[in-house]
């Protein structure tokens, strides 16, 4: 389902935050929308085109 050509998206981009990650969370919990969130929330990869 996930791989590596999905583009990953800053986390600040989506929740205005100051950290930002490319990568995927350790702990991938699904995609909602077309968001990607680690299982506790703290993480997340918006996939595919915006």
Avoid: H, Q
């Amino acid at each position: 389902m996930l791989s590596e050509s999905y583009d990953a998206r800053s986390w600040n981009a989506f929740t205005g935050s100051d950290e930002t990650t490319y990568d995927w969370p350790d702990d991938f919990n699904g995609i909602l929308g077309n968001c990607a969130f680690s299982s506790n929330g703290s993480k997340v990869a918006i996939v595919g085109d915006l």
